[in-house]
Nanobody, 121 residues
Framework: QVQLVESGGGLVQPGGSLRLSCAAS????????MAWFRQAPGRERELVAR???????NYADSVKGRCTISRDGAKKTVYLQMNSLKPEDTAVYYC???????????????WGQGTQVTVSS
């Protein structure tokens, strides 16, 4: 059983910062890509940032220069450092990992339960 558990969300004022964390646990052979998505009320879930097992990253245009994704392979954890937050960043943030549970299995996507980020004065 694989679990992804997010933490670090909360209420922050515009211009503030938050650091989200997501730890994977369970039967995991290898984690490939890890990513953060977000979903605001009435909108579709969208990619915020992605990082490969080699450390290559890509970001949504809306967060470039304000967010940094990183990962700790040993801890099976991915982070999202968010700075200069704006009200439009308000959303539920979801962790995603494409991983294998065994040497012969194929990559499968797993999701965390989500953490609320609210940017408001």
């Amino acid at each position: 059983q694989v679990q992804l558990v997010e933490s670090g969300g909360g209420l922050v004022q515009p211009g503030g910062s938050l650091r989200l964390s997501c730890a994977a646990s369970g039967t995991i052979f290898r984690i490939n890509t890890m990513a953060w998505f977000r979903q605001a009320p009435g909108r579709e879930r969208e990619l915020v940032a992605r990082i490969t097992s080699f450390g290559n990253t890509n970001y949504a245009d809306s967060v470039k220069g304000r967010c940094t994704i990183s990962r700790d392979g040993a801890k099976k954890t991915v982070y999202l450092q968010m700075n200069s937050l704006k009200p439009e960043d308000t959303a539920v943030y979801y962790c995603n990992a494409n991983l294998r549970v065994g040497p012969l299995s194929s990559d499968s996507p797993y999701w965390g339960q989500g953490t609320q980020v609210t940017v408001s004065s």
